[in-house]
């Protein structure tokens, strides 16, 4: 049955609620990196080298094995809504097989493939072959970063956020102080850092599987079920073509721009990395969005689901312009913070406008995206983003690239790629198709 009405003021406090905890744990995989980055960088620039090329390739497997996540989250959280927990903590336990199985193979193909994969990301000589190695060390940590992503996503959706942020935030914690020691106690190196990196996820793994186990208490079933895999991966495949095509297009973007001059390419960089930055806190609203429609619309509560995602959308768009408005002002001083090359803070002159509205349609549509995430709506998202990726940004980029247009035909590529995302998301969101009450979608 709908519940009763939530007031605006009840709703973001809600969001607040519920998007805190949420950044503080999209915070934490940032700020890993940024930890190895900074005890590697003092092995030398070798090493440094060694560990771009390999996170980069194990990054890129997380990020697309995300649908772990968001697609737990959502089926979780409607269940939840719907007043059944046994059947929220039955699907945990999948996401944890699907997740652990899954976690293996990849491991098991990184290892394989470490050398082509090298080759692929442009790694030569000594670098290459220490990327290698750092590849193969690395490669049985996966599984445990997998289950820890099932994990966020069942504690997401029965409204446990402060749990995995813990989890997370002494993970952190462990692993800076085990590569400190691996790697200046015991001189291991570049070995040590990752091993160390490897002994703290299994950690992290670990609190993540006994807290998936737990769910539900001792009555609920926790063998593996065929036909709730099968589910986690018709989400999956939605989400996982929702993310690739997102991910190719920004790679497309950056070679483009490497074929332009090398000083486009590094205000590209200080641009793309302050969006990725900058995307954690709306996407620490979407996360709520994802929670808050999709136990709404489990309770059955489809008016109530459409009014928190309402609230939600005008919240994004606030923050959104708050962005854009304090990036133009800062136009002169940010980049400057990044760089004092001439050359590259001009180049980032001319892109800043458009990166800095950018903020606004992107800030909407990772509000659409959770929403629509949240009411299970994925085949749909799934189309929506090739379409904006193939026909709205791929002609464009192209054009950049042939026309010569440079790092500003690129930002003008990634923008159309954005409104092409909004265009067809508000378009279902506004059809109401998405709002499908009910413990199952």
């Known amino acids: 049955m709908p519940t009763e009405p939530l007031s605006p003021r009840a709703h ?27 005890i590697v960088g003092h092995l030398g620039t070798l090493e440094l080298g060694a560990l771009a090329l390999a996170a980069t390739a194990l990054t890129s497997v997380v990020a697309l ?26 699907i945990a336990a999948q996401a944890l097989w699907l997740a652990a199985g899954l976690g293996v193979l990849l491991a098991v193909a990184l290892v394989l493939l470490a050398h082509p994969l090298m080759l692929a990301l442009g790694g ?44 997370l935030i002494v993970a952190n914690l462990v692993n800076v102080v085990l590569e400190l020691v691996l790697v200046y106690g015991l001189d291991l190196g570049l070995d040590g850092s990752a091993l160390g990196t490897v002994a703290a996820q299994a950690g992290m793994g670990a609190a993540f599987a006994i807290t998936l186990l737990r769910a539900g208490g001792p009555d609920v079933s926790r063998r593996p079920r065929p036909a709730d895999i099968r ?48 995307a954690l806190v709306l996407d620490a609203i979407a996360i709520a ?26 919240w994004s768009v606030v923050v959104g312009a708050l962005f854009a408005v304090v990036l133009l002002g800062l136009t002169g001083i940010v980049p400057r913070a990044f760089t004092s090359d001439d050359a590259v803070l001009d180049q980032a002159r001319d892109l ?52 010569d247009w440079g790092v ?28 499908v009450v009910g413990a199952e979608r």
């Open 352 to 403: 800043w406008p458009l990166f800095a509205v950018l903020q606004v349609s992107g800030a909407v549509v990772f509000a659409l995206d959770g929403i629509l995430i949240g009411a299970g709506d994925t085949r749909f998202i799934a189309r929506a983003m090739a379409f904006s990726a193939l026909a709205c940004f791929a002609p464009v980029a192209l054009a950049s690239l042939v026309f």
């Open 289 to 314: 969005g994802q929670i808050i429609v999709g136990r709404a619309l489990g309770a059955g509560d489809a008016s109530g689901a459409t009014v928190a995602a309402r609230r939600m959308i005008g």
């Open 65 to 90: 094995c995300n649908f772990l996540t968001y697609g737990t989250t959502a089926q979780v959280a409607r269940l939840h809504g719907a007043g059944q927990p046994e059947r929220a903590a039955q």
């Open 124 to 167: 030569t000589g000594d670098a290459a072959g220490a990327a290698e190695r750092y590849l193969r060390l690395s490669a049985p940590g996966l599984p445990f970063a997998l289950i820890a992503l099932a994990g966020q996503g069942y504690l997401r959706g029965v409204d446990r956020l402060r749990t995995p942020l813990v989890i």
């Open 12 to 38: 973001d406090r809600e969001m607040v609620r519920l998007a805190v905890p949420a950044l503080g744990a999209l915070a934490a995989e940032p700020l890993y990196l940024l930890a190895d980055t900074a």
């Open 231 to 278: 589910a986690l991966l018709v989400l999956g495949g939605d989400l996982l073509v929702r993310t690739g095509a997102l991910l190719l297009a920004f790679i497309a973007a950056g070679a483009v721009v490497a074929r332009t001059s090398t000083a486009a390419l590094a205000a590209h960089q200080i641009a793309f990395q302050l969006f990725v930055f900058l």
């Open 408 to 435: 500003v035909g690129v930002w003008v590529a990634i923008n159309v790629l954005m409104l092409a995302r909004l265009g067809t998301m508000a378009w279902r969101f506004r059809g109401g198709a998405w709002a």
